[in-house]
């Protein structure tokens, strides 16, 4: 049974730093791509960083050069890490991993960014 466990959401003030955390079971980790999503309130869902088996990474436009997204195949675990964050990346965040033409997706986390 695949599933997909996040922490490390909260409460951040603008230009601070959180790092999100996803163990996934069920899988053989290391040859799946694997996600990041996020859901602001009243927005679609959106692919905020994208990593595949072989580490090569991808960004929205919005996140480029401000988070970073890496794996650690001998925990099972993929890691958002998110600087110089903005009120706008307010939202709840999704690990996401395609396994066998089904999406997975974790609870989510939520991150606000605010003073």
């Known amino acids: 049974q695949v599933q997909l466990v996040e922490s490390g959401g909260g409460l951040v003030q603008p230009g601070g730093s959180l790092r999100l955390s996803c163990a996934a079971l069920?899988?053989?980790?290391?040859?799946?791509?694997m996600a990041w999503y996020r859901q602001a309130p009243g927005k679609q869902r959106e692919v905020v960083a994208h990593?595949?088996?072989?580490?090569?990474?991808n960004y929205t436009d919005s996140t480029k050069g401000r988070f970073t997204i890496f794996r650690d195949n001998a925990k099972n675990m993929v890691y958002l890490q998110m600087n110089r964050l903005k009120p706008e990346d307010t939202a709840e965040y999704f690990c996401?991993?395609?396994?066998?033409?089904?999406?997975?997706w974790g609870k989510g986390v939520l991150v606000t960014v605010s003073s």
């Open positions: 990593i595949t088996s072989g580490r090569t990474t």
């Open positions: 069920g899988i053989v980790f290391r040859i799946y791509d």
């Open positions: 996401n991993v395609n396994y066998d033409r089904v999406h997975y």
